[in-house]
């Protein structure tokens, strides 16, 4: 019989294991005739000593040998292999609608979905007649049946679970009765099996999480494992080569005192050669004074010739007499050897040098500090914190790039096991600060510091195709949203959000026509923003939806506006009204104004932008008088800190202010970007003069790592991207 013909005569029951309740695996066929899962079989015998049909009762005395050889039947396997082939392939959709399917022709190979599908399959006098095999739409959707089938009554659903004798039961057996007879804790098996599952997930996701710290716990002993025999390594290196360099001085040493006594004993040879050569003279002459002495013996005549001989002897007398030999000969002139103390001291004592432990792990760099970028020339500091009792204070940090450049480190401590590393890097590229304690690295040493270029880094363009509603009107500010993007703001609804990449993320839509000029990110969550069109400020939650106004009626323009968080002052600046407005934030009520039209110290003529220092004091944009204006807290007049002129240091329709973390400032006037210290210092300018810059106003700092600062490019329509 062929499958297809096989599965009109057979229900997908068929083809379940009556043991285990599941598809067969590996089926086996009993003498009975029934069959089960091969694994099913070997655990009840195992179990029970014998093989008891569950179907039919009959028992089989079954060995490790009968059980290799039970066989299976053709047609299940071929069935189960036809099923196991249709749901791997089965597909999400009907072969000829989107419904999901739910039926296999296995002579169409089509997939067919409950509804008009399957109706016309069935109607269609050809095909009325195929054999259809019903798909498990549970694998399909996830769900899954917590039935189970009793193991006593196989046909039955197991609905109870004994707690008192942890067991389960359907309603024919018999120890469910005595169970209740004996007021056990009997309770619904689905309620047992989410008890159950419950508590087996609770453990596993216990264990899951053990995993993780245990895994985690391993790596770090791995890679401290890996650290430390780095380490061992480096310094038996270290030790060979201080053995082979003291081991060449000595010898060395060696050596010299080696010639040196050379030197001696060349002198001494010399020194003797020339006393044994006087020597062996005088004896020739004393020899030859005695031979002639024997021959004139008792020659009265010859006393001439004995005058000489008398002569002679006496200047050999006097030339051994005048010298003490055994002085000469012995003062000075035994060599003699004294060894070096100190080096029996020193290798006593200090040796080849000395083995230290440190427990660098008690190092860690802060996690913020591992990576980051930076800017050509920009100052940073690591911070590492300590768990050492008594903390040495030995750490050591140096900086170098793949080329081998390297640049100047400074470690100061802070007391309480805190220190700071301060670095700066003047050549762009990758760099890394090894941090030491002793001889080994630090947790989190190398630190990665990227260093990039200084200026223009990428301009945002084409604006106007993201705005849904006046996209003819130019951008009129930016401000760094809480998640890091870039909020660009215009005379329409649309706020539109942009990464730091350039890239379109989103756009925010107002539910009113408004002009927003500025935006303030305020600590509670809340925003800010100044709105040109109702002529008002406006508070508002993280999604522009607003929670009150402010100034409605006084104000005339609003541009610029901060505030002091301690105080909760909110400062506005007025481009009509030529002063700045201050509010209370919380309340709404008026406090006062700064300024009022003029040209005069403290006066002002169409100020744009409004910041405050870290005192509290308030600088001001006088755009009309070309120049910066500061006053303290309570709004007495302090400097000029900026004046009028073209050159750099000077502003000319000075349009954005904003301070920076380093409490520096950032102004951007008619066509430059420059950045001066808090006291109105020029430092250096931002941009350069092919920058494209025109009109630039509005300006926030996105980014301290590297200091970055985004500008509304008013002119131009686009968002221009500095490092600084």
Same mark, same amino acid.
């Given at each position: ?154 046909? $039955?659903? $197991? ?8 067991? #389960? ?20 098996? #689905? ?7 419950? !508590? ?20 770090? $002993? ?7 025999? #780095? ?86 007398? !006097? ?118 304690a002793g001889a080994a690295q630090i947790k989190g040493s190398p630190v990665n510091v990227k260093v990039e270029t200084l200026g223009l880094v990428l301009t945002i363009d084409n604006i106007s195709d993201f705005k849904e509603h006046q996209k003819n009107k130019n951008i009129t500010g930016v401000e760094l949203d809480r998640d890091g993007c870039i909020l660009v703001l215009s005379a329409s609804k649309d706020i539109l959000k942009f990464n730091q990449s350039g890239s379109y993320v989103a756009r925010i839509q107002l539910l009113h026509d408004a002009q927003v000029d500025s935006v303030h990110q305020m600590a509670d ?23 009150? #106004?402010?100034?409605?009626?006084? $104000? ?114 008619? !066509?430059?970007?420059q950045l001066f210290d808090k006291n109105g210092v020029f430092i250096k300018r931002i941009d350069h003069e092919d920058d494209g810059l025109d009109i630039p106003a509005g300006i926030t700092v996105i980014s301290y790592r590297p200091r970055r600062v985004a500008v509304r490019n008013y002119g131009a329509n686009n968002v221009k991207i500095f490092n600084y």
């Amino acid at each position: 019989m062929s499958v297809s013909k096989a599965l009109e005569f057979m229900d997908k029951k068929d083809l379940e294991c009556a043991i285990c309740l599941n598809r067969f695996h590996q089926p086996k066929t009993l003498k009975c005739m029934h069959t089960y899962c091969l694994q099913c079989i070997e655990k009840w015998v195992e179990t029970h000593g014998k093989m008891k049909c569950p179907t039919c009762g009959q028992e089989h005395d079954l060995t490790k040998e009968d059980l290799k050889q039970l066989t299976s039947k053709t047609m299940i396997s071929q069935l189960l292999e036809y099923i196991k082939k249709t749901e791997e392939q089965k597909p999400t959709k009907c072969s000829f609608c989107d419904n999901q399917p739910a039926y296999h022709c296995s002579r169409c190979q089509l997939y067919l979905c409950r509804g008009q599908c399957f109706e016309c399959h069935e109607k269609i006098p050809t095909t009325k007649d195929h054999p259809l095999y019903t798909l498990d739409i549970k694998e399909q959707d996830g769900s899954s049946d917590k039935t189970t089938k009793c193991p006593t009554h196989s046909n $039955i659903t $197991i609905e109870f679970y004994c707690c008192t004798c942890n067991k #389960s039961a359907c309603k024919q057996c018999e120890h469910i009765l005595r169970c209740y007879q004996k007021q056990h804790n009997v309770i619904p098996i #689905s309620v047992a099996i989410d008890k159950f599952n419950e !508590d087996a997930t609770e453990v596993f996701n216990l264990a899951k999480e053990m995993e993780k710290k245990l895994t985690k716990k391993l790596d770090f $002993i791995k890679k401290d494992r890996l650290l430390f025999d #780095s380490q061992i390594t480096l310094c038996t290196i270290a030790i060979e080569i201080q053995e082979k360099n003291i081991i060449e001085k000595v010898q060395k040493k060696s050596k010299e005192l080696m010639l040196e006594l050379e030197e001696v004993s060349k002198e001494k040879k010399e020194h003797d050669d020339s006393h044994v050569r006087d020597i062996d003279l005088n004896l020739t002459q004393v020899n030859d004074v005695m031979t002639s002495i024997n021959t004139i013996m008792n020659k009265p005549e010859e006393t001439e010739t004995l005058g000489a001989h008398k002569t002679v002897i006496n200047a050999v007398r !006097d030339k051994v007499l005048a010298t003490d030999f055994d002085k000469s000969f012995t003062k000075n002139s035994t060599p003699n050897y004294i060894p070096s103390t100190d080096l029996d001291e020193l290798m006593n004592t200090e040796g080849l040098g000395k083995i230290r432990t440190t427990d660098s792990m008690k190092y860690e760099v802060a996690e913020d500090d591992e990576t980051f970028t930076v800017t050509k020339g920009e100052s940073f500091v690591v911070k590492v914190s300590s768990q050492a009792e008594n903390d040495e204070r030995q750490l050591a940090a140096t900086l170098i790039n793949p080329s081998g450049e390297k640049s100047a480190t400074d470690v100061e401590y802070q007391g309480s096991g805190e220190y700071r590393i301060s670095g700066r890097c003047n050549v762009e590229g990758d760099w890394q600060m090894k941090i030491t304690a002793g001889a080994a690295q630090i947790k989190g040493s190398p630190v990665n510091v990227k260093v990039e270029t200084l200026g223009l880094v990428l301009t945002i363009d084409n604006i106007s195709d993201f705005k849904e509603h006046q996209k003819n009107k130019n951008i009129t500010g930016v401000e760094l949203d809480r998640d890091g993007c870039i909020l660009v703001l215009s005379a329409s609804k649309d706020i539109l959000k942009f990464n730091q990449s350039g890239s379109y993320v989103a756009r925010i839509q107002l539910l009113h026509d408004a002009q927003v000029d500025s935006v303030h990110q305020m600590a509670d969550g809340h925003m800010l923003y100044s709105d040109n069109f109702t002529k008002r400020v406006v508070m508002c939650d993280d999604k522009f939806q607003e929670i009150r #106004s402010f100034g409605k009626g006084t $104000i005339r323009n609003p541009w610029g506006l901060t505030v002091n968080r301690e105080t909760r002052v909110l400062y506005v600046a007025d481009y009509a009204a030529h002063c700045v407005f201050k509010f209370n934030v919380d309340d709404g009520r008026m406090l006062g104004k700064i300024g009022s039209e003029g040209s005069k110290e403290i006066q002002m003529y169409k100020p744009e932008y409004v910041t405050l220092t870290k005192e509290g004091y308030v600088i001001v944009v006088d755009f009309g008088n070309n120049r910066l204006q500061m006053f303290d807290a309570n709004d007495k007049f302090m400097r000029i800190l900026v004046g009028c002129g073209k050159e750099d240091g000077k502003v000319r329709g000075p349009h954005g202010v904003t301070m920076d973390m380093d409490e520096n400032i950032i102004v951007s006037s008619n !066509d430059k970007l420059q950045l001066f210290d808090k006291n109105g210092v020029f430092i250096k300018r931002i941009d350069h003069e092919d920058d494209g810059l025109d009109i630039p106003a509005g300006i926030t700092v996105i980014s301290y790592r590297p200091r970055r600062v985004a500008v509304r490019n008013y002119g131009a329509n686009n968002v221009k991207i500095f490092n600084y």
